[in-house]
């Protein structure tokens, strides 16, 4: 469940074109430094979804799916099934079409994604 909220906002920012990452990329520590689009959008969530309010009142040093290497994941994984959706080779993606990306399973996104053997962890 936290991998399709954390989907969603990776589709949202791609299909706007918009960077995901700030200055300081950290959900701990001072409100008032830029903490770019992706963290900021999963804490204004938070304040509504009790889902990622759990994530992000975790401790410092365990798994959250928030790095910035994490959201490179995500991305990286959405560009593959864009990419096989479409067939396309050899061809740089800068943006997920609205359209496609409404298209997408996220179950095998996120199947797709822990077989890249990054951190797993199960949330229910």
Do not use: W
């Amino acid at each position: 469940m936290v991998l399709t909220r954390l989907l969603d906002v990776t589709l949202t920012l791609s299909t706007c074109n918009l960077a995901f990452r700030g200055h300081k990329e950290t959900v701990y520590g001072n409100d008032s430094c830029p903490k770019g689009i992706f963290l900021s959008i999963v804490e204004l969530l938070a304040k509504y979804d009790p889902i990622l309010q759990e994530l992000l009142s975790k401790p410092k040093g365990q798994i959250k799916y928030l790095s910035p290497k994490i959201q490179n994941e995500l991305i990286s994984v959405l560009v593959q099934k864009v990419e096989n959706a479409l067939r396309l080779s050899n061809l740089a993606i800068l943006s997920i079409e609205n359209s496609m990306a409404r298209n997408l399973n996220f179950d095998d996104v996120i199947n797709t994604f822990a077989e890249q053997k990054v951190r797993r962890k199960e949330f229910k």
